[in-house]
């Protein structure tokens, strides 16, 4: 016992910690993803382009079943990703950090750590630069 190494092997805290990093750079998207079908769902129900400060998403579709499933469906990670926001940034951050320091020693491939990472900041510009001002409408 006393001449034995431990070999210690990153790759599960690794693994674990690409399946959180995908999580949250979901978040974003989802929203995205969520106001977007509620706007077309409000857009169907209204026969236009639902306007903000006229259009609330709230009483649009009050008895439509679709657009409130939209409704209670995007407020939760709506929710999760302005709390989560800053959380994410910094355990990007670790994440890379960890990845540079066990690559070598790791089988995770590049595509498993910096894909997600892109796909939150995409998500992110969007979401902050608002295209069609759908978030505008919907945080209305």
Do not use: C
Request: cysteine-free.
């Amino acid at each position: 016992m006393q001449g034995q190494k431990i070999n210690f092997q990153p790759s599960f805290i690794l693994k674990s910690v690409t399946a959180i990093n995908w999580f949250f750079a979901a978040l974003p998207n989802l929203t995205l993803l969520g106001i977007w079908l509620m706007s077309w769902r409000a857009s169907v129900l209204l026969s236009r382009i639902p306007r903000i400060n006229l259009d609330d998403p709230k009483n649009i579709g009050e008895n439509d079943l679709i657009y409130q499933v939209l409704i209670h469906a995007t407020y939760l990670p709506a929710i999760a990703f302005y709390f989560l926001e800053s959380l994410w940034a910094i355990f990007a951050f670790s994440s890379i950090a960890m990845y540079l320091r066990w690559h070598q020693r790791s089988r995770i491939s590049h595509f498993s750590f910096f894909t997600p990472l892109i796909l939150f900041i995409i998500g992110y510009f969007i979401f902050k630069f608002d295209p069609g001002q759908r978030v505008e409408w919907f945080l209305d």
